[in-house]
């Protein structure tokens, strides 16, 4: 069935939105990044093995997964606009907070609160996306979002390692946390209420009710959609978390060299995020079939995530070890998992599916953070890459079997309470 269009907003207000939720995104990780960047330094100046640094990092997960599907649902009662307002805000503090750190009690409740704020910026650019966008350019609507992530991180390291080796690391958190508050001026001007939004009401909640979670966790395209976000997800948080520390401790990278080099994933993340967009969308404008082509593409990126994560477990050289985990962030973004809700539900249900999916994707996220520990201790990292290679190829056979078809969208649930009366 056809699903309702978007209000009319115009090219030029939609893609200045489109930019903005980049930035966003682009922020959110630059506040995320800089731990991982800074944490050799911080573990030699405060003593912490990698078991702390794992407890760290999973205390992020921890608010990140519970919050995700929570923040869902407030995204739909709060609108797009004051959501993100009210999470770039508190992030942006949250990542400030870390230069005043001394212990890891003290960094495990900033990541805990980074992460509890964090959890919005998707659902709620998914739900954006699918408000002003029409069906053909919601991948490379998401891919705006989602390359967003890779932008920051490529900012992030030569950035907060300069900030780092220049006023040391605490004055590097605070400077790349009070980068939000810059963006919450300008998403006020750019996104603004309903009633002066040309077309209709962009960045309010919509008129429809959102699916009840009920109906959602008896509908096997909700499943597929989680699914695809569990398979895929530990990938993009051992990138963000251990990569710096992959390449510090197993082919001497230094924090120098890491500022210069360690982008490099993060921008084939972008650029995998950005062409799988535009080439959705291109192919679809000329007639293609949009399930057609995303299955194509998703197809191929699985199989480059495979040969790259087969690649750097052979290899000892320092530089093909980071060109094959720059090629692995390249398939995973070409992949596009994040557009996947916004292909088969209608707007006011894509950030709580989305918020699921992330949800369930911080908890496989999780788990995995001590299991890369141990094995990172015990020059396990082959294991690492190897496994984690395999993720996109189970996400391609779980969007086969359970969502079905691309672009069509479920416009309607059984209400399973009904059905079993």
């Not at 750019?190 to 429809?208: D, K, L, Q, Y």
């Not at 120098?256 to 995998?272: C, H, N, R, T």
């Not at 062409?275 to 194509?296: E, H, I, M, Q, Y």
């Not at 918020?355 to 788990?367: C, D, Q, R, S």
């Amino acid at each position: 069935m056809t699903p309702p269009t978007p209000p009319s907003t115009g090219p030029r207000l939609r893609w200045a939105i489109a930019v903005l939720l980049l930035l966003s995104t682009a922020i959110n990780y630059l506040d995320r990044q800089a731990l991982s960047i800074l944490a050799t330094t911080i573990q030699r100046e405060l003593q912490i093995d990698d078991v702390g640094y794992a407890k760290i990092t999973t205390y992020f997960l921890l608010s990140y997964t519970i919050m995700y599907a929570v923040s869902g649902r407030l995204v739909d009662f709060l609108g797009t606009r004051l959501s993100l307002v009210l999470a770039v805000s508190g992030w942006s503090v949250a990542g400030m907070l870390h230069g005043l750190a001394g212990s890891v009690a003290q960094l495990s409740a900033c990541r805990f609160l980074l992460g509890g704020f964090e959890s919005a910026n998707y659902p709620a650019g998914a739900r954006a996306v699918a408000e002003w966008f029409p069906l053909r350019e919601r991948a490379l609507g998401m891919a705006f979002l989602g390359a967003g992530g890779a932008v920051g991180a490529m900012i992030a390291f030569p950035l907060v390692s300069h900030l780092a080796l220049s006023h040391g690391w605490r004055a590097a958190f605070v400077v790349v946390g009070a980068v939000g508050f810059v963006w919450v001026v300008a998403w006020l001007v750019v996104c603004r209420p309903a009633a002066s939004a040309p077309g209709g009401a962009p960045g309010s909640p919509p008129a429809e009710k959102p699916f009840p979670l009920r109906a959602l966790l008896a509908n096997r395209r909700a499943w597929g959609c989680i699914l695809v976000r569990v398979c895929t997800d530990p990938i993009i948080y051992f990138i963000s978390f251990w990569v710096p520390k992959y390449l510090a401790e197993n082919h001497g990278y230094t924090l120098a060299d890491i500022g210069k080099y360690a982008w490099l994933p993060f921008a084939g993340l972008s650029a995998g995020q950005l062409l799988g967009g535009a080439f959705t969308s291109w192919c679809v404008g000329r007639g293609a079939d949009l399930d057609r082509v995303r299955k194509g593409l998703m197809l191929g990126a699985s199989l480059l995530v495979l040969a790259a994560g087969l690649l750097v477990a052979a290899t000892a050289s320092p530089a093909l070890a980071l060109a094959g985990v720059a090629c692995l962030a390249l398939g995973h973004g070409l992949w596009g998992n994040l557009a996947v809700p916004a292909e088969v539900f209608p707007a006011h249900s894509v950030a709580f599916v989305t918020g699921l999916g992330g949800t369930l994707g911080g908890v496989a996220g999780m788990i995995s953070q001590f299991g890369i520990a141990w094995a990172a201790g015990h020059g396990g990292y082959a294991y690492i890459f190897v496994a984690f290679s395999l993720g996109p190829l189970l996400a391609y056979f779980a969007v086969r079997t359970l969502v079905g078809r691309l672009g069509e969208i479920t416009v309607k649930l059984p209400d399973p309470a009904r059905a079993h009366a």
